[in-house]
């Protein structure tokens, strides 16, 4: 916001006094955020998770409509990955992501063995997703993102991963869960409520005092409206 001049009668002698020693009055405008919110994301709850497995024994079956999905390795010793997405829709535009955090129950495990977390890099769909139309070699991050092992409730932070989704720095396709040694028994979304796999996610939202749809620690002139955010002069506040 740049500095501006008011008349004299609108403000008391003393800050009246300030002003013209310093030769003008400067408004300025704090950036204020909401208390911070939080949601479950979760089929039947809230919003919804997509989620299969590859099979590696069957290239061609797409499980998506399982109750139980399968990591690591199958009977017949060919590895199989599970994937999940998330419906991000029940965040409202300008969250400020603070945390998520993914939840699965392992039902069962041979051996405790780690299993990696990896941002998925294409398009899939819970229906029709394979082995044998999905690239797991190209079309997965091959970094991971989080891991765990063990049994029973399992929680992911995957914070930096729904922060890029959310501000389209990274395109929203999900995560997938690999471990290439043993076998891992997990519940789908299909499944019953209270083992159904979730994504918790805390926000704030930013103010907008203006009004212009640009939350105000992104705005460069926060307390007059200027959705173009014209800067003329290339000082870093706006023209309004």
Same mark, same amino acid.
């Given at each position: =916001?740049?500095?501006?001049?008011?008349?004299?009668?609108?403000?008391?002698?003393?800050?009246?006094?300030?002003?013209?020693?310093?030769?003008?009055?400067?408004?300025?405008?704090?950036?204020?955020?909401?208390?911070?919110?939080?949601?479950?994301?979760?089929?039947?709850?809230?919003?919804?998770?997509?989620?299969?497995?590859?099979?590696?024994?069957?290239?061609?079956?797409?499980? !998506?409509?399982?109750?139980?999905? @399968?990591?690591?390795?199958?009977?017949?010793?060919?590895?199989?990955?599970?994937?999940?997405?998330?419906?991000?829709? &029940? #965040?409202?535009?300008?969250?400020?992501?603070?945390?998520?955090?993914?939840?699965?129950?392992?039902?069962? *495990?041979?051996?405790? $063995?780690?299993?990696?977390? $990896?941002?998925?890099?294409? &398009?899939?769909?819970?229906?029709?997703?394979?082995?044998?139309?999905? %690239?797991?070699?190209?079309?997965?991050?091959?970094?991971?993102?989080?891991? @765990?092992? !063990?049994? !029973?409730?399992?929680?992911?932070?995957?914070?930096?991963?729904?922060?890029?989704?959310?501000?389209?720095?990274? &395109?929203?396709?999900?995560?997938? #869960?690999?471990? &290439?040694?043993?076998? $891992?028994?997990?519940?789908?979304?299909?499944?019953? =409520?209270?083992?159904?796999?979730?994504?918790?996610?805390?926000?704030?939202? *930013?103010?907008?005092?203006?009004?212009?749809?640009?939350?105000?620690?992104?705005?460069?002139?926060?307390?007059?409206?200027?959705? %173009?955010?014209? %800067?003329?002069?290339?000082?870093?506040?706006?023209?309004?």
């Amino acid at each position: =916001m740049k500095t501006s001049r008011f008349p004299t009668s609108r403000f008391p002698r003393t800050t009246l006094a300030l002003a013209l020693a310093t030769g003008s009055f400067l408004v300025t405008a704090s950036a204020s955020a909401t208390p911070e919110t939080c949601v479950t994301i979760r089929r039947g709850e809230l919003g919804n998770v997509v989620d299969t497995f590859l099979s590696g024994d069957y290239p061609n079956w797409a499980p !998506g409509t399982d109750q139980s999905l @399968f990591i690591g390795l199958s009977s017949a010793g060919n590895v199989n990955k599970a994937m999940y997405n998330f419906d991000l829709s &029940p #965040l409202p535009a300008g969250a400020a992501i603070t945390s998520a955090n993914f939840t699965l129950y392992i039902s069962w *495990n041979e051996s405790p $063995h780690t299993v990696t977390v $990896h941002q998925v890099l294409q &398009p899939w769909a819970e229906l029709t997703a394979t082995t044998a139309n999905f %690239n797991t070699t190209n079309g997965i991050d091959q970094i991971p993102v989080g891991s @765990f092992s !063990g049994w !029973g409730y399992k929680t992911i932070n995957i914070t930096n991963l729904v922060t890029a989704w959310v501000n389209g720095q990274a &395109p929203a396709y999900g995560i997938m #869960l690999q471990e &290439p040694l043993s076998t $891992h028994g997990t519940y789908s979304s299909e499944s019953s =409520m209270s083992v159904r796999p979730y994504l918790r996610v805390c926000y704030t939202q *930013n103010a907008d005092q203006d009004g212009d749809g640009l939350a105000d620690t992104a705005d460069n002139c926060p307390a007059a409206a200027n959705a %173009n955010q014209l %800067n003329t002069d290339g000082d870093g506040a706006g023209d309004a």
